[in-house]
């Protein structure tokens, strides 16, 4: 079964970075297309990045120049580098992958999410 895991979620001051990781067991990782999401208090789940196993990314544009998607195909891992933080992107976040190698549809597999809390 394939599965991700996310970490590296906390507590930071705005302006600040964190970088998320996820790690994903199972399938072929680098076949996958690989995403975030996020989902803050009162609203709905959105789309943060995607990444195609062949490296093409999209970012929603309120996090456009300011995160970064990244994947690491030896490793099995893939990473959100989240820069400039603003209280806004306080949210859930949650490690997506798809079955197959484009970020079409809905992806297959969700991680169980990491909180970013971001807060003066």
């Known amino acids: 079964q394939a599965q991700v895991v996310e970490s590296g979620g906390g507590l930071v001051q705005p302006g600040g970075s964190l970088r998320l990781s996820c790690v994903a067991s199972?399938?072929?990782?680098?076949?996958?297309?690989m995403g975030w999401y996020r989902q803050g208090p009162g609203k709905q789940r959105e789309l943060v990045a995607q990444?195609?196993?062949?490296?093409?990314?999209n970012y929603v544009d309120s996090v456009k120049g300011r995160f970064t998607i990244s994947r690491d195909n030896n490793k099995n891992m893939a990473y959100l580098q989240m820069n400039s933080l603003k209280p806004e992107d306080t949210a859930v976040y949650y490690c997506?992958?798809?079955?197959?190698?484009?970020?079409?549809?809905?992806?297959?597999?969700w991680g169980q999410g990491t909180q970013v809390t971001v807060s003066s």
């Open positions: 997506a992958r798809w079955s197959a190698q484009y970020y079409s549809g809905s992806p297959a597999y």
């Open positions: 199972g399938s072929i990782f680098r076949l996958n297309a």
């Open positions: 990444i195609s196993a062949s490296g093409m990314t």
